[in-house]
């Protein structure tokens, strides 16, 4: 990377073990994609060349929750599909982070119907929640620098009295700027 030239070869650097731990810990999140929709096609361009996920140490999705520590929801999530969702969750390796990618998973979106869960929170505890229909794939990295930021300040997933998981509920504010509807267009006989 250049820096082994950038140093005397006799250098000594002294930190904490804690410090290395975290740096290391953030700079290689390895995310499981748990995508059902259309938010999927956002988090794959987010792992494609133009937004280079690769950069946060991340390129490497992980298809088996034991290798994982960050789970991505990225769709809807039928009732039918919540106990899945669910065991994934449990046999990710902690410290194990969530992100609710776009409208749908975090609240059901459009869908308010009996079959889609209105929001996986109720069952499993979200750090990071994305909105959009769907979420630009800057406002997806952005929640994961949020998950890296709270990492590099010696957080680990916090646990309430119970010993059960609390969720950091950070909401992600979107980026768009909407542009003005055009004006002076008329439909007329
Ligand atoms: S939030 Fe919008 S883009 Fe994402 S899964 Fe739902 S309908 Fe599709």
Redesign the pocket.
């Known amino acids: 990377m250049g820096i082994e030239a950038a140093l005397p070869t006799d250098a000594i650097l002294t930190t904490q073990l804690r410090r290395v731990i975290n740096w290391a810990r953030r700079s290689s999140i390895w995310p499981i994609p748990f995508a ?7 988090l794959m361009a987010t792992a494609s060349s133009r937004y280079d996920l690769a950069r946060f140490g991340m390129e490497r999705m992980s298809f088996s929750p034991r290798q994982a520590d960050l789970v991505i929801v ?3 999530i039928g009732i039918k599909m919540m106990p899945v969702l669910q065991r994934i969750y449990q046999q990710v390796a902690e410290p194990k982070w969530v992100i609710s ?6 609240t059901g ?3 308010d119907t009996y079959a889609t869960v209105q929001g996986i929170d109720q069952f499993i505890p979200v750090d990071v929640y994305i909105p ?4 630009r794939p800057e406002m997806l990295l952005e929640g994961i620098m949020a998950i890296q930021r709270i990492i590099d300040q010696d957080g680990i997933p916090p646990r309430g009295p119970d010993g059960r998981r609390v969720p950091l509920g950070i909401a992600v504010q979107p980026t768009h700027q909407s542009t003005p509807q055009p004006v002076g267009v008329r439909v007329g006989l």
Do not use: H, K, L, Q
């Open positions: 059902t929709a259309c938010c999927g096609i956002e990225a769709g809807r990618m776009g409208a749908c998973a975090s979106g459009v869908f959009g229909c769907p979420p």
